[in-house]
């Protein structure tokens, strides 16, 4: 396990269990993620990488294709009593029209306690649609994008965002919102 968007030599405060585990074919093994208790911050989630490795046993015929998989799994840790209800996140984001080096942007603020995942944003302008880069948003803090092939976004012309969010059960939900000057 390692610490999110960091340097991964930090120490995380969980334990995994077990480790390192055999597995024959079609089994199944249950991780249990063990938190120590201290160390993380206890007014907003905080995300980190799981890293969980197959690695095949060595086949006892040659010209065998053998393929590794290792998986990254976002982990979050939600202290308990953070104030707010995590569903309602998207619907009060802050979406504010900047200038990103020159070109149009996108500003997003989260004053929330939790993380927001997106799967796409996308500014509308008309008929037009805009994509923007934006993937997840940390908790009481906003991020600034240049919006991709921009360049005709009439300053303080109605536009919309449109954008998904990706919940506690993985699934895209659409939303979408006014963005503000």
Known sequence: MEPFGTSTDQDVPFALTPPLKRLNGNARQQLRILYLGMGLPADRESVFWLSVQ????????????????????????????????????????????????????????????????????????????????????????????????????APGGATKIEFESINDDGVAVQHSGDLSS
């Open 54 to 153: 197959e690695i095949p046993q060595k086949s006892k015929d040659e010209n065998i294709l053998q393929i590794a998989v290792r998986q990254r799994i976002k982990l979050f840790y939600r202290p308990a009593g953070l104030p707010g209800d995590v569903d309602q996140v998207p619907s009060r984001l802050q979406w504010r029209r900047v200038s990103k080096e020159g070109k149009p942007g996108l500003e997003i603020r989260n004053d929330s306690a939790f993380h927001i995942s997106f799967g796409t944003v996308n500014v509308k302008s008309g008929s037009n649609s805009y994509p923007v880069p934006a993937t997840m948003l940390p908790p009481y803090s906003s991020q600034s994008f240049a919006i991709e092939r921009a360049s005709s976004l």
